[in-house]
């Protein structure tokens, strides 16, 4: 099991930006791939982004390309910055770890999940 724990949330106007950080512990960093996922209220949780284990490849949902991206560095962290924030890009964010290194869409994929933090953009 890997523990993760989600920084940076916030309220921020409509075009603005915010960067989150999920700091991770428990299993080498190295070992998986890991996403960010998003649940508004009202609605299903979806996949927001996804990066491998060695952060050289990067896949992101239709609603958020080109303006959200996906890293990770060797100090066990992972980042969303995103860029050009909508209000329907409200939604409490959540981290993921996959139990493989390849990264996948399929939530069952992921076994270690953040707490959430809150995105909320006024218009």
């Known amino acids: 099991q890997v523990q993760l724990v989600e920084s940076g949330g916030g309220l921020v106007q409509t075009g603005g930006s915010l960067r989150l950080s999920c700091v991770s512990s428990g299993r080498p960093f190295n070992n998986y791939a890991m996403g960010w996922f998003r649940q508004a209220p009202g609605k299903e949780r979806e996949l927001t982004a996804i990066?491998?284990?060695?952060?050289?490849?990067t896949y992101y949902a239709d609603s958020v390309k080109g303006r959200f991206t996906i890293s990770r560095d060797n100090t066990n962290t992972l980042y969303l910055q995103m860029d050009s924030l909508k209000p329907e890009d409200t939604a409490v964010y959540y981290c993921a770890a996959s139990k493989n290194s390849y990264g996948s869409t399929r939530f069952d994929d992921y076994d270690s999940w953040g707490q959430g933090t809150q995105v909320t953009v006024s218009s």
């Open positions: 990066i491998n284990w060695s952060g050289l490849r």
